[in-house]
């Protein structure tokens, strides 16, 4: 359990450290670009408390302009690696459970980071909403098209739908990203933290551009599945 307290201890000891001062300091600045620079610093000083490096492999295939990028799901560490190591500015679509985390949830808020209500479809509509107004404004954003974590490491498919009507609503892109090796730090359900290895495989850009939801969806899987050999 070492490198579990570890872990735990040290992301908890930089949020009120590092992210307190920082949510004072989005008060006078509404972007929230400043508190998510931030928030990659805490994930990687979460994943060297984990013992866990991480490597990119297709850096090339990252847009100048504003894109969904899609990764798929399988740990908590999908989180870290992501927020640590993807080279973006960019806003997460985040299940309303992680805005009650005390702190985290407040820094997520301020950030800018969009709240999907699963529960509620009128809200989780207006939701996608605001995360296309969003891109709109030249920011990027994260979707897990999963909705939630893989528990044998598959791909679960089909994806939800809301991240594919976003991207052809905003006429932008989706970057499928393939997480490997996080599973195997902390699988889904588990309480023990191993050190380790995560890859992340950024795929090439699906332009939406003469899709639909199915075809567009389907694009995405087969480029996501691909990373898990390459």
């Known amino acids: 359990m070492y490198w579990t307290l570890k872990t735990v201890l040290g992301s908890y000891l930089y949020i009120m450290v590092v992210i307190i001062p920082h949510v004072i300091i989005s008060f006078f600045s509404n972007t929230g670009d400043t508190l998510h620079l931030n928030a990659r610093y805490w994930a990687r000083f979460t994943l060297l408390c984990a013992h866990t490096t991480v490597e990119v492999r297709g850096q090339e295939n990252i847009l100048a302009g504003p894109a969904v990028y899609m990764p798929n799901h399988v740990s908590h560490f999908d989180v870290f690696a992501i927020l640590g190591f993807l080279n973006v500015q960019f806003r997460w679509t985040v299940k309303k459970e992680l805005f009650r985390i ?46 939630t974590r893989s528990c044998d490491g598959t791909l679960q498919y089909p994806f939800k739908k809301g991240g594919f009507h976003l991207a052809l609503e905003a006429a932008v892109p989706i970057v499928p990203v393939t997480v490997n090796g996080s599973r195997e730090i902390l699988p889904k359900n588990g309480i023990k933290v191993r050190p380790g290895k995560i890859t992340l495989a950024i795929g090439k850009p699906v332009y939406p551009h003469g899709h639909n939801v199915a075809s567009l969806m389907e694009e995405v899987y087969k480029s996501i599945k691909l990373g898990y050999t390459s």
């Open 102 to 147: 005390p702190l985290l949830g407040l820094g997520m808020k301020r950030a800018g980071y969009i709240l999907i209500d699963r529960s509620n479809h009128e809200k989780a509509i207006q939701s996608l909403k605001i995360a296309a107004e969003k891109i709109r404004n030249g920011t990027s954003i994260v979707i897990f098209p999963e909705g």
